[in-house]
């Protein structure tokens, strides 16, 4: 199978699956379907990315490629616990994400909100600071590593701005997807799960297509590929 035909089967199985899963969203939100179809999301969001960026990767891609790995594992180990344990290990694998997200976008950082239009910090921060506001009295406990994950997610989003509109774009459906968790989770705010994993897998599907375009010019140059 050559790299495009297998990027296209990838994406359209991960289309399929993604669709399929938001409609049990919607119809039988209880149902073991939407634990199994979310399983196999981003395995094959990984394989498309893969396929249409084969070795040599560039950076870029081979640490999304990661943050993908440690999202599946985000979303399926946590179904081998229950309570707070559960919630624990979901918020432990995606804040690995994260992180390998902010080591991927560090580079582009000149191209942020950080050095440019640095008054548009105030979002993030504003944004944070209300979603710990909302959520602490119901955190209890769990408001330490909520904390540092908001953070964290914050931070990947600022840097993400950098490296281009998809990628941004991706990055704060993240936010959305993961700050509708936390208001869910710890207030009386009813938050439908087709909500959360719209954003999710929109932004998943955006962050890898981003990552792949900005990689493109690279990869039609070896010695490039090699350096970045």
């Known amino acids: 199978m050559t790299t495009r035909p297998a990027a296209t089967a990838a994406s359209v199985a991960f289309a399929a699956v993604a669709v399929a899963h938001l409609v049990a969203q919607l119809v039988a939100p209880e149902s073991s379907f939407t634990d199994i179809s979310q399983w196999f999301a981003m395995?094959?969001?990984?394989a498309a990315l893969a396929a249409s960026a084969p070795?040599?990767?560039?950076?870029?891609?081979?640490?999304?490629?990661?943050?993908?790995?440690?999202s599946w594992l985000?979303?399926?180990?946590?179904d081998l616990f229950d309570g707070d344990a559960s919630f624990l290990v979901m918020v432990g694998f995606f804040l690995c994400a994260q992180v390998v997200y902010i080591v991927a976008f560090v580079p582009y950082r000149a191209g942020s909100i950080l050095h440019r239009r640095r008054w548009a910090l105030v979002i993030p921060?504003?944004?944070?600071?209300?979603?710990i506001v909302a959520c602490a009295p119901g955190a209890?406990?769990?408001?330490?590593?909520?904390?540092?994950?908001?953070?964290?997610?914050?931070?990947?989003?600022v840097l993400?701005?950098?490296?281009s509109p998809v990628v941004a774009t991706g990055a704060v459906l993240f936010v959305v997807s993961d700050a509708l968790i936390a208001l869910g989770a710890f207030t009386a705010l009813a938050v439908p799960g087709f909500a959360i994993m719209a954003t999710y897998l929109a932004a998943q599907a955006l962050i890898a297509v981003g990552a792949r375009?900005?990689?493109e010019p690279m990869l039609s140059s070896p010695d490039r590929a090699a350096a970045s």
């Open 213 to 215: 375009a900005v990689a």
């Open 125 to 131: 921060v504003v944004a944070v600071a209300a979603l």
């Open 55 to 70: 070795p040599p990767r560039t950076r870029l891609v081979g640490l999304v490629l990661v943050a993908l790995g440690f």
């Open 140 to 157: 209890g406990v769990l408001l330490v590593p909520v904390v540092v994950y908001g953070l964290l997610l914050a931070t990947m989003a």
């Open 43 to 46: 395995p094959l969001l990984a």
């Open 74 to 78: 985000g979303d399926t180990a946590p």
């Open 160 to 163: 993400a701005t950098g490296v």
